[in-house]
């Protein structure tokens, strides 16, 4: 059957929902941080520059962290100033006040900092307790909100739902971080699914015992992961609970999906095509978001594990 | 990071949802009739029977058309009768009086007839108007019906959403078709969103105006394509609309996602994983499941596009 395909789906508005949602893009910084290619500076500067073109207005670019730890972002010093003059968001990843030195010296305005929910996850990614990362990012915290008004920082907050050591994650120890985060000075969290075992009811769950908690459901944004192709789901029921913070990766890029070790960040084509039929308004040009991640893709040498990538490129060629 | 990985999701259910859902597994008939690859008789019949041990109990499992329109289905006669044996329902989709005839005459007690929500596809599938095509299948469903009180009869219903000649499918014209299926005397009705392009806001309307227009939620059942990564969010507004019956294909099976024509079926795993995690009970073992995902996969020389086989499939090895 030949016949002309749709490009975009009708908008049909669903009760309860937000007018809004910011997607929160970390494909430059989350994505290619989990790539096994690392790359060039000149093609992560374009792809920002193109990112910024589809009408994203935060992109998340890189990380200030030691490069011996992340080696695909070693580049950080050099590629923060190539693309700090386009006129969105530009956050960062800082992990202790070495880092945000570095990024401030280079007029970065948004940074995070990344912190664990659970103590496995702790001594693995920072060799610490929670309490004493929490400790470590108190001063960069302080520091950083310290610089101005216009400052603003993102805490993340990994394995919120499950933990590859210790299972399923208590609700109450996850309200615990995230309370500790914003009483250091956090202006928003993000709450991360890390390996992609979140359902709908613990997110749900997860969002009541943080309003309970008197956490201000604008104060977070919700950041999953595809593993096991829950991720838009899960969007979904934060959605029903007032988040209009996602986080998603442009193409679904970082951890490809046919490797062992896959993350499969969720895709911001999917992301964007579900918030527009549901009349969500968003900013962002999704053909040009497309084109953007087939571009990519292309660098990367495999193709975007994004369905909606895949189906409206086919239509494309 | 070695550390031993989840196999399932923790189970925190979520307000409002049914307590039980039955998958309606198509795998082995809508799945494989629309592979490429013709599969020999012999490991069809041992697919149903890896997937009767799952738990699954309605394995739709050939199609009795004539064989010029579904060669990869050409094989029904001999097919049903090596998988009869099984404790388990084994509806068949029956195109006519002549197909409906084939199937009683094999012991089939639950057949399916396939109609358009829309003219287009009514004529480039049916070669006939949306009421021809329901006058053909009326007397389908009659003979069905007089057969006894245990012959159950399903209508599947194409284009609920969109439609890749017409674009947007007007919720009316969906349910006007609904409701002449259900009068004609089926017992239950598929709703298919055939080309992916539903969004959760046209699930709930769609699914508002059907019990606006009496039509029970208990004869209902969605089935949903992953084209654009919606196939699963599209099934959380149905259950929190009251559906209990959902469609799925194990492995995903049913349009490589790497094809151009791709159509990309809803995959059990990825359901049953949602389920389990909302504590919503299927019966379905889904190692198992997995497992027979990885061994159909085999046979058809390519990876599942399940997100959830892939990570499992990858934990096991």
Redesign the interface.
């Known amino acids: ?1 030949n ?4 490009g975009l ?7 309860g ?1 937000p007018a809004r949602v910011r997607v929160h893009e970390v494909g430059a910084r989350d994505g290619l941080q989990n790539e096994k290619a690392t790359v060039p500076t000149v093609v992560k500067a374009e792809f920002i520059r193109r990112l910024a073109g589809t009408g994203l207005t935060t992109i998340e670019a890189t990380s200030f962290v030691h490069p011996k730890w992340v080696p695909q972002l070693a580049d950080a010093e050099d590629l923060y100033p190539q693309v700090l003059d386009l006129p969105v968001s530009l956050p960062v990843l800082v992990p202790n006040e070495r880092g945000l030195d570095r990024a401030l010296a280079l007029g970065a305005r948004r940074v995070a900092v990344f912190a664990s929910a659970t103590e ?1 996850f702790a001594r ?1 990614n920072l060799n610490r307790t929670v309490d004493e990362a929490l400790a470590m990012f108190e001063p960069v915290v302080t520091r950083a909100k310290a610089q101005g008004a216009d400052v603003h920082v993102r805490g993340y907050l990994s394995m919120c ?2 933990d ?2 210790e ?2 994650v208590p609700v109450p120890q996850v309200v615990r971080v995230c309370k500790a985060l914003l009483d250091m000075g956090c202006d928003e969290l993000s709450l991360g699914d890390t ?8 997110v ?2 997860l969002l009541t015992a943080l309003a309970e908690a008197d956490v201000p459901v604008s104060a977070l944004g919700v950041h999953f992961h ?5 991720a ?2 899960n ?3 934060a959605l029903q609970r007032g988040v209009t913070t996602v986080d998603a990766s442009a193409g679904g890029l970082g951890g490809c ?2 490797a ?1 070790s ?1 993350t ?1 960040n969720l ?1 911001t084509e ?1 992301l964007v ?2 918030l ?4 969500i308004d968003t900013g962002v040009d999704l053909g040009r978001l497309v084109a953007t991640s087939v571009w990519m893709a292309a660098h990367l040498g495999r ?1 975007s594990p ?3 990538v ?2 409206l490129s ?1 239509q494309e ?1």
Chains 1, 2 share one sequence.
């Open positions: 059957m016949a002309p395909e749709l789906p009708m908008a049909v508005p669903a009760e929902l496995s693995a739902f499950g590859p050591w299972g399923p390996i992609g075992v979140a359902t709908p009811g613990h749900t769950a595809d593993t096991y192709g829950q838009l789901a969007t979904l029921a999906p046919f062992k896959a499969g895709a999917d095509w579900m527009r039929g549901l009349g193709p994004s369905r909606t895949r189906a086919h060629s």
